[in-house]
């Protein structure tokens, strides 16, 4: 009934918004007179976004329903945690790209599991 790709929409959200937030973060550590410039807390930024992109790229491909559920549950804390970081670092674009990717996991995590997808096809 649900095409495969419809089910890696929330995934999908996730890897795009985490890019966007490592090119934001990239641009407040190397541009000078951003307020962060140089600092460990945009690397440490730039580092988180990179993690989540690597976490929403396996949560797209993963099968196993407790793999699902422990990915989710890293990349909330990631999401969180970046947040909290762009915060501090008054980078609110990161902000945004975060909460953008926690709707992005909600819509991954209400996506039909793998085993409901099999009995529907």
Known sequence: MLPSNSSRVGA?????????????????????????????????????????????????????????IALRVLTLIGLAGTFFAAMLLHQWWVCVAMVIGLIGLILDMVRPSHHARATHA
Do not use: N
């Open 12 to 68: 999908i959200i996730v890897l795009i918004v985490s890019l966007a937030g490592l090119a934001i973060a990239l641009y407040a550590y190397f541009t000078p007179l951003t307020g962060v410039t140089g600092t460990l807390g945009a690397l440490i930024a730039i580092v988180a976004c990179l993690v989540l992109a690597v976490l929403a790229l396996l949560l797209a491909v993963v099968k196993g329903r407790g793999a699902s």
